[in-house]
């Protein structure tokens, strides 16, 4: 690479030119005892090209041979070799190959073709990129060889290859009399060169030799850990008993690894007992300190490993040391864990295995006795069910007929409920009745003679109508006939379960397509292929199961439905003589594929005529529950002044209707029919329960509890989750997201208010437990900052009457506005300074402070506080009561001020506040009312919890009002958030004092500006 710079630098080109994109430095590129991979040498040449042609290359490498890299060649190629052995030396294959010392990579093969001729093959080893330029080089440089024997050039005729190259060389005779005398006479100069080639050469070694003994010394310290080591591992493996190995590992610690004392003290929870060893060997040294490792298994710290070096250690070895010693010692005392776990398993696995297998019989046993008298009594439920069902259809109807056009609205609706459920329930019923013949083989089907594309397009007219409700298209693509004998009542109603199914997994915007082929003489092919979710492939082996509803929700509110409907679908394809299967539909979605046999009508199932089930009619889209009108978010209802809001989520709307009305008896209630529109509702108003199902649209009940509790200020509501299945699995779930209880579906009314009613009652003491923590860390911080004020207060009171010494007698006139000022200052300053004192001693079991006070006085010392929050709102007072109230007055001021600043932070800007003073029945009533957006019915009793605000972050503590109504009580009286015709009001009522002596107002005129 020298060479290459060198020939840039002699044509005046910068030889950084070369090295543009490679990050080696030109310095190290030149040093001739360095190397390069090829991929840098590929770049360097590709920058060369740019500027050098094809005979630049060839020329410069012509010029390579005079060289100081081909110095020592020339040498003894002119002691030694004749032009062909020259040749031959270069092109070895191998370490002895001239050519392979320089580059690895290349693989040379020679051949004499006769006379002064030579074939030279060089090819590239797999994985390394062509470089034409480089063998350019290479052919400049062959022509030249003979020159080093001070013979004429060779001609060299070059082919490229496509990672190689041939050149095709023939090259002059020996030089006769005349270069023997050339040899003889260059000897010595060429001798003195290689001389200092050599000097080089050696100098280059000797440097790595150094470098190298360095390694070696590295390696042997290294060596000596390891082995130090691998002796401490193999004395600790010695045996996996915990004790030994403890014992082992402290004592090789000392012995091999030199350390003077070595301590483990262990400590470990196992199967809820608590595990203690200690194990220590050796003698600690007086002056040392000891080096404290903790033993961290997995993440969790069982122990510590305390070890003290021999006195005048070397602290660096001895770290070293320790970072290759300390996994060992980490694996044994692991390995001996888990050993000991395991001999403690083992001695008690026989008895196990024993209980458990007798468990599992008897489990087993007790599951298909279960399941036999299920059975049984499953079937005789089912027939004794369709008689009331259709007593109670007929009763709906003789209603109507009697009452005719007078039935109300809600009467009406709730007839309407009950054929609905009817109609379901009559489905449900026929459905299990099939299922139940089917796997007993009663199941008889009445085949006949139908074109199966004409029942299809029936069916698909009959469904289009429920499909374009949920913007799905559904569309026939098959035969356009084919004749052929099935049941055409079970024919309906496999299509209609398999459509119905496609419809509730199917977004909007989606396709539904039913298709026809005949696959033989006697054989079709029915599919339903749809652009829905799909079905995850763990779920696809159960959802031929019974009463097995997958794990993702419909789409589609009110869409639920039994589990039963592909378990019968497979049981009549089964009738039929067929199968169904399910698979992935290209794109997305789901594939069911029906094969039925449609040959001459036989009686596909011969049994007895008095136990035969044969089919019903199945049911139209219409008596199914599709209800894509389902309002999403219901407008709350109940009593106003209830205690409680209760917010219902329920796709079904029937049952979501039933259970708001039941709730709305007793409490406000808030409806969603999924779980995203619940989860919204309960941000907005904050609800104190969540009654939530399972399986709903958009977002299940598990999601929606999980969210629902991370809400802020829905820590302490209760969950409560109603479901169909009872399952454990299920069960545990829900707790796991936050629910609190279950209720199983179908429930009695009165439970559901029972448990809601009871977690009402653990929220409400779970709140007051809360809040008295928050009242406690309240005095806290109310006594620290009064403890800060005080000071200041006192130094301001100190501070007024010298000042009232100093100033002129005319400043100090009533009428005087510097007089007036100071006395606004001495008053709050007063004022300061006794609410601090009130608040130092102020604890729950403490008495008041308290003394009679004139109420106006009081009122306007308040409104002079506050009038900084009334420069842009209207304040009317209607004053009727001038007497006297007794009471602690900073508190009392303290008091007036909150709920005047919250009126006017709630009416805002050009707003109105209006405050009237009466008395009634002996006690002092104080309204306070403001003509604000209100607060909402469900927060009224919120907002006097502690650090509670519906103010925007930076605009509110939340204390204003919590230490108003705890002031007011204190007092013996009430603070209650009340109805206002715009707005809201607050109502604070006190006894009043019975004295009649008046006091003095202070000197202000904002209440006369207010008036």
């Known amino acids: 690479?020298?060479?290459?710079?060198?020939?840039?630098?002699?044509?005046?080109?910068?030889?950084?030119?070369?090295?543009?994109?490679?990050?080696?430095?030109?310095?190290?590129?030149?040093?001739?005892?360095?190397?390069?991979?090829?991929?840098?040498?590929?770049?360097?040449?590709?920058?060369?090209?740019?500027?050098?042609?094809?005979?630049?290359?060839?020329?410069?490498?012509?010029?390579?041979?005079?060289?100081?890299?081909y110095r020592p060649l020339a040498v003894v190629g002119r002691l030694l070799f004749t032009a062909k052995e020259i040749y031959h030396w270069i092109h070895q294959r191998g370490a002895k190959g001239a050519g392979n010392q320089l580059f690895t990579c290349i693989l040379p093969e020679i051949q004499d073709l006769g006379a002064n001729k030579l074939r030279v093959t060089l090819r590239l080893d797999g994985g390394h990129s062509m470089v034409p330029e480089f063998f350019h080089v290479t052919k400049g440089t062959l022509a030249a060889v003979p020159r080093v024997l001070a013979l004429p050039s060779a001609k060299v005729e070059m082919r490229l290859l496509e990672s190689g190259a041939i050149y095709d060389i023939t090259y002059p005779s020996g030089g006769g009399?005349?270069?023997?005398?050339?040899?003889?006479?260059?000897?010595?100069?060429?001798?003195?060169?290689?001389?200092?080639?050599?000097?080089?050469?050696?100098?280059?070694?000797?440097?790595?030799?150094?470098?190298?003994?360095?390694?070696r010394i590295t390696l042997d310290r290294q060596a000596t850990q390891l082995k130090t080591a691998h002796s401490i591992s193999q004395v600790i493996h010695g045996g996996l008993n915990l004790e030994r190995t403890l014992e082992a590992i402290v004592g090789a610690l000392v012995r091999v690894g030199g350390f003077a004392s070595a301590r483990i003290d262990l400590q470990r929870n196992m199967e809820g007992q608590e595990l203690l060893r200690v194990a220590e060997h050796g003698d600690v040294p007086q002056g040392t300190h000891a080096i404290l490792l903790p033993l961290t298994l997995r993440g969790v710290e069982i122990g510590r490993l305390s070890l003290w070096p021999q006195v005048g250690a070397d602290m660096a070895e001895v770290h070293s040391f320790l970072e290759v010693v300390v996994p060992t010692v980490y694996m044994a005392i692991d390995n001996a864990l888990t050993f000991h776990a395991v001999v403690d398993y083992r001695n008690n696995l026989e008895g196990m295995v024993e209980r458990r297998t007798t468990e599992l019989q008897e489990a087993l046993d007790q599951l298909r006795e279960a399941q036999e008298v299920r059975d049984k009594i499953f079937a005789n439920i089912n027939h004794e069910i369709r008689t009331p069902l259709s007593l109670i259809t007929l009763a709906a109807k003789e209603v109507e007929r009697r009452v005719g056009t007078n039935l109300d609205g809600p009467t009406q609706r709730r007839l309407d409920d009950i054929n609905h459920c009817v109609r379901s329930m009559l489905d449900l019923v026929d459905g299990l009745l099939l299922l139940a013949a089917g796997q007993e083989n009663k199941l008889r089907l009445r085949p006949l003679r139908c074109d199966l594309a004409h029942v299809i397009n029936a069916s698909v007219s009959t469904w289009t109508p429920a499909a374009a409700l949920h913007g799905i298209e559904l569309s026939y693509v098959g035969l356009d006939s084919c004749v052929g004998f099935v049941d055409r009542g079970a024919f309906d109603r496999m299509l209609a379960n398999l459509v119905a199914n496609a419809i509730k997994f199917t977004p909007s915007a989606g396709r539904i397509v039913i298709g026809l082929e005949q696959t033989a003489t006697d054989q079709v092919q029915v599919t339903v292929s749809d652009t829905g979710i799909g079905i995850a492939d763990g779920a696809k082996r159960r959802v031929f199961e019974r009463f097995e509803q997958g794990d993702v929700p419909p789409l589609h509110g009110g869409s639920r439905g039994s589990g039963i409907g592909l378990s019968l679908v497979e049981s009549l394809a089964k009738a039929h003589g067929g199968s169904v299967d399910l698979v992935d539909t290209p794109g997305g979605g789901s594939t069911f594929i029906v094969t039925l046999g449609v040959g001459e009508p036989v009686d596909l199932t011969a049994v007895d005529e008095q136990t035969a089930v044969e089919l019903t009619q199945s049911l139209s889209p219409g008596e199914r529950a599709f209800d894509p009108g389902a309002p999403t978010i219901t407008i709350p209802h109940g009593d106003p002044t209830a205690a409680a809001t209760v917010l219902v989520a329920e796709d079904d709307p029937g049952l979501l209707q039933s259970v708001t009305t039941l709730i709305g008896e007793k409490y406000r209630v808030l409806a969603a029919s999924d779980g995203e529109s619940a989860l919204e509702m309960a941000a907005k108003y904050r609800p104190d329960v969540l009654v939530t199902d399972i399986g709903m649209p958009r977002m299940d009940g598990i999601e929606l509890t999980r969210r629902f509790r991370a809400l802020d200020g829905n820590r302490l509501a209760p969950v409560i989750i109603l479901t169909a299945y009872g399952r454990l699995s299920q069960r545990l779930t829900g707790f796991e997201a936050g629910a609190v209880d279950f209720v199983v579906k179908p429930f009695q009314p009165e439970e559901l208010m029972a448990r809601i009613r009871s977690q009402l009652q653990i929220?409400?003491?779970?709140?007051?437990?809360?809040?008295?923590?928050?009242?406690?860390?309240?005095?806290?911080?109310?006594?620290?900052?009064?403890?800060?004020?005080?000071?200041?207060?006192?130094?301001?009171?100190?501070?007024?009457?010298?000042?009232?010494?100093?100033?002129?007698?005319?400043?100090?006139t009533p009428e005087h506005p510097a007089a007036r000022l100071l006395a606004v200052i001495k008053v709050n300053a007063l004022h300061i300074s006794e609410l601090s004192r009130e608040l130092l001693g102020l604890a729950p079991t403490a008495e008041l402070q308290t003394e009679s006070r004139a109420f106006p006085a009081l009122l306007c010392q308040a409104v002079n506080t506050v009038s900084g929050a009334f420069e842009r709102v209207r304040l009317r007072q209607t004053i009727e009561y001038e007497g006297m109230i007794r009471c602690s007055r900073p508190l009392m001021i303290q008091v007036l001020v909150n709920l005047l600043e919250n009126a006017a932070h709630s009416a805002g800007p050009d707003g109105e506040v209006r405050l009237w003073a009466f008395a009634a029945d002996g006690r002092l009533v104080i309204e306070i009312a403001d003509n604000g957006p209100g607060v909402p019915v469900e927060l009224r009793e919120k907002i006097f919890e502690p650090f509670f605000t519906t103010k925007v972050p930076g605009k509110g503590t939340g204390?204003?009002?919590?230490?108003?109504?705890?002031?007011?009580?204190?007092?013996?009286?009430?603070?209650?958030?009340?109805?206002?015709?715009?707005?809201?009001?607050?109502?604070?009522?006190?006894?009043?004092d019975g004295e009649t002596t008046s006091e003095p107002l202070p000197a202000n005129e904002l209440l006369r500006n207010h008036a």
């Not at 070369?18 to 920058?47: A, F, Q």
């Not at 060169?193 to 150094?210: C, F, I, M, S, W």
């Not at 100190?798 to 100090?812: M, S, T, V």
């Open 959 to 992: 204390l204003g009002l919590p230490l108003a109504r705890m002031y007011v009580e204190r007092h013996k009286g009430t603070l209650k958030i009340g109805n206002s015709a715009q707005g809201c009001m607050f109502r604070v009522e006190l006894p009043v």
């Open 177 to 215: 009399a005349l270069a023997w005398t050339w040899k003889t006479f260059s000897w010595p100069f060429a001798a003195r060169r290689a001389a200092r080639e050599l000097k080089d050469a050696n100098e280059a070694l000797v440097r790595r030799y150094n470098e190298l003994d360095e390694a």
């Open 763 to 812: 929220r409400d003491l779970a709140l007051r437990l809360h809040e008295k923590e928050k009242i406690s860390a309240l005095g806290m911080l109310s006594s620290g900052l009064a403890h800060e004020m005080r000071n200041p207060a006192n130094i301001v009171l100190n501070a007024i009457e010298p000042l009232e010494r100093y100033l002129p007698r005319e400043i100090l």
């Open 1 to 69: 690479m020298d060479f290459l710079a060198q020939a840039f630098e002699n044509e005046g080109r910068s030889s950084q030119e070369l090295i543009g994109g490679i990050p080696d430095s030109l310095v190290r590129l030149r040093n001739k005892h360095e190397r390069i991979d090829w991929e840098t040498y590929r770049k360097i040449m590709s920058n060369a090209a740019r500027i050098w042609t094809t005979n630049d290359f060839e020329a410069h490498g012509h010029q390579l041979v005079s060289s100081p890299i």
